[in-house]
């Protein structure tokens, strides 16, 4: 916070329009961030009252305020720490009761609070009224009515809260009656008054409450700022284990309930329906909506429209978006060094590597908008928690949550998702178990990236079984990533958070067009700028694996005497045209070498003939000899144009000679080869390693790295295609490898721009490295299995196909009768 400023926290459960409160009275003057070290959104505006400058903070939205959720850590710790010199606990007034439980435990931590019912308008139309007065009285806070959707209410809210922050004594708001549990609050309360640095640093009662609920976070600060934490420590959990003795309740369970008691009676006496038996809109679609057999059906449905729109339309819209991008890369390699024949320098192969893997990530932007958007959209009318409510019973057997089933499903359970916005958009799973379990298994769905060698590998190994083989493929990865789920959740995650499936069905609203906007926009800026660092740190990395050592000299000669053979060969074809002779001799020959790139490049981006004419005249201008060639018009310039394509059609073939070569004798390479020892078991050759390895920095070079090491010879391979080519440059494999092969690409580690969004959600290195090894162990072991089992039972490919999906489904059904561990912090 900035000296002189006065610091405004929004509180309040979701979809209770707080963002709408927050857009209102902040307008244009945001920021978003994170807080630090978690994945939360931190939001934070300006405005001024009177000449003072108060400074904004919405907190996450969140039902209560223990620990379960980083949501619930932010939130709770933002106020006890940061100490915000006013609260507004925004509720819905339309739903007052539920928000209550919220507003008790704010009024526990002794802070200034201003209660806010906000969309008054939706409880007029439910023919709900609210004693304003009376609630006022009851709860001991300054209650102010608003309908932010509709401007109603923001005068009175800002003169509030400039009231409250001038106020020097605090409001004394309601305490509620604990009962029976009274004396044990009493009891801890005095111990820890005798403790000199808890007690002056936080409120003595809201401390005793959380330490008898069994709060873990609570009982941290002790341990760091009590003068004998195991002593008291030990003490509170025996005032816990006689209350729940003499009351046959835990003091949690006791504190719940006589909150919701205590929201019953104000909501009796405040709350006036003037239409008790009407049946709300929300009530009536939530008929069909949640119906046993008509929830689901409305479910697909609904993320069929989400994954058309945002993957298929965004990917439509990228034909826009990636010209825009080819020029910035068209930039960049006008300011590199120009390249030789055969000599591409360092820097500009960097330089375009680099571009490279940023426009890679780029390009998913339109994607992301709409996502975004139409999460925005499914949050604010109210439906998310519908498709959690749906799922989350099927889910829950294998660790996950009902919200995981939109990451999921954007991630590719059949086929042609992509793994990005699958991990980006579980940032509304709201435990940290589910959200991270996740996050680790969506990369082994089906992603777009995965299908061209799945179809390489069917149409040469399983060609008269294309369709049995294509529903294998399709469905096999979710009947392996739900028990990996199942078997993370019990180990490497079973001792994280999570939270009990807590679902309010708030009321149906209609999203705006501002916040749904305001919101995509923020999301993807927040992507864009956390993943530049990460990209380049990451891209260095793969691009020195891949270029070092490099070639020797004698190589280097080599493939010189290549050149100079080329060169000299067409020389001697165009010998007898002396004036195209005489304009391509000795450096201008380069210069049309990257003209005619240039030109071929331009033309691929034009379209239209007006556009093409304009083209044509502009690279005419710029060397009319150089245009006679590329684009001839008489019988002489058709010639040496035709000899021309031939001299760049074999400085092509040297180019990627020198790359395939380069890639053997890189460090990627020789990694490659010196696996080979292990992963013969699995079926895989060095040329296999190669392709794989490479394949970290997308899925798709590995057909692109294949392609290139099956590169045609010089016996009459040229028109055959690589399906041809890895068929009869085999040496001897099978159907059976080929399975094993595609298994493992199923399990495969995330690719670059899954690793970035890895790290982006879970905010941590860790488990970003987590990500990339053990589906790689996991992938490997399934390829052995398959591959040296299927060899040892003398099986083929297609009936290990199909025992291998016996086996899994089998797996999949044991391991949902297998009960998580609870583990509420």
Known sequence: MKPGNILVALAGQPNCGKSTVFNAVTGASQHVANYPGVTVDKKTGWFKHNGSRFEVVDLPGTYSLTSYSPEERVARDFILHEKPAVVVNVTDASNLKRSLYLSFQLMEMEIPL????????????????????????????????????????????????EETASRSEKRQSVRIDYGALEPYIKDVEDQLFQDTTIGTQYPLRWFALKLLEGDEAVSSLVRERHSKPKEFLSYVETLRSKFEERHAAAPE??????????????????????????????????????????????LVGVIWLLYYLAIVQG????????????????????????????????????????????????????IFFILFALISILEDSGYMPRMAFIMDRLFGRFGLHGQSTLPMVLGGIYVGGCAVPGVMSCKGIPDERSRLATILIIPLLNCLAKVPLYVLLINIYFAAHKAWAMFFISTISLLMVLPVSKLLTLTVLKDKETAPFVMEMPPY????????????????????????????????????????????????????????????????????????????????????????????????????????????????SRNPDFFRIAQPQDKEDKTVNREFKKLVKARNKLLREIKKERIDSSFLGKLGKSLTPVTRYAGFDWKVNVALLSALAAKESSVATLGALYEPDESGQENQTLEQRMENDSEGFTPLHALALMLFMVLYPPCLATTIAVKVQTGSVKWMLFSMAYPMFLGLSVAVLVFSGGTALGLTGLQAMWAFYGLALAITIAMGFVKNKTQYV
């Open 114 to 161: 201003i209660l806010e019912l906000n969309m008054m308008d939706v409880a007029e139309k439910r023919g709900v009224e609210i004693d304003v007065k009376n609630l006022e009285q009851r709860l001991g806070v300054k209650a102010v009515p608003t309908s932010m959707k509709n401007g109603k209410g923001k005068a009175e809210l800002l003169l509030a809260i």
């Open 509 to 620: 609203h209609l999203p705006t067009v501002r916040g749904v906007l305001g919101r995509a926009i923020e999301r993807v800026w927040l992507f864009i700028r956390k993943i530049t660092t990460i990209v380049a740190a990451v891209a260095v990395v793969i691009f020195v694996l891949l270029q070092f050592p490099g070639l020797n000299a004698e190589r280097m000669d080599f493939y010189e005497g290549g050149k100079d053979k080329a060169i000299a060969k067409f020389y001697k074809k165009i010998e007898k045209f002396p004036e195209q002779h005489t304009v391509l001799q000795g450096a201008a020959l380069m210069d049309m070498v990257n003209y005619w790139e240039e030109y071929k490049a331009a033309k691929m981006m034009t379209q239209g003939e007006d556009a093409m004419s304009a083209l044509q005249a502009n690279f005419q």
């Open 253 to 298: 369970v006791h504190i719940a309930q006589r909150r919701y008691q205590a929201a019953e009676d104000i909501a009796r006496t405040s709350i006036i329906n003037l239409d008790p038996d009407k049946r709300t809109l929300t009530d009536k679609v939530d008929g069909v909506v949640c119906h046993r057999f008509a929830g689901p059906v409305i």
């Open 315 to 366: 990917y439509n819209l990228t034909n826009y978006t990636w010209p825009l991008l080819a020029k910035l890369r068209s930039l960049v390699e006008s300011l590199t060094p120009s390249p030789g024949f055969i000599e591409i320098p360092l820097l500009r192969a960097f330089s375009l590597w680099f571009i490279d893997s940023i426009n890679a990530l780029l390009n998913y932007v339109p």
